[in-house]
Structures are given as C-alpha cells and as structure tokens.
C-alpha cells in the first residue's frame, strides 16, 4: 500500500501509529482543498460576462453548472443574477 501513496504523504503520516490519527491527517490535508476549490469556483462565478457567450443559454449552462459546483465543495449560492 505504501508504494502508490506520495512521499510528501508519508512524510506526514509516517510516524502515527493508529488509523483515526491518519485518517484525520489526511483529512486535514484534502479537507483544504475543497475549500480552496471552492474558492476558485466562486471567482469564476463572479467574474462570469453574459456578453463573452454566444447565447443567453449558454451563460445560464455555465451559471447553474458552477453553483452546482459551489454545493459540492459545501458553499451554498442563491441563484441570483445580480
């Protein structure tokens, strides 16, 4: 098992000697990544233009698919054109 995990990973882990602490490492360390993900999505959200789309259904497309987006990472949006 220790063969497809990362060094970078196994540096921070190596030490601990019952899953729960491994465990929370890991989720420590992936656990950012959806928040920082999520902030990602919320700037593209906001710097989204209705006149760089060749349609109005096409920027409503892509409107819905990032807020969907933004629930995954656990960000609720109000589904407000502002």
Sequence with gaps: ?????SRDLLFQIDSLTYPNEVWEIIEEIFGKTDEMRGHQINNELISLNPSS???LQLYFTKFKALV???KQCGIEKEEQLV
Excluded: A, R, T, V
């Excluded at 098992?1 to 995990?5: D, H, P, W």
């Design 1 to 5: 098992m220790c063969l497809s995990i």
């Design 68 to 70: 969907l987006q933004l």
């Design 53 to 55: 789309f060749e349609s």
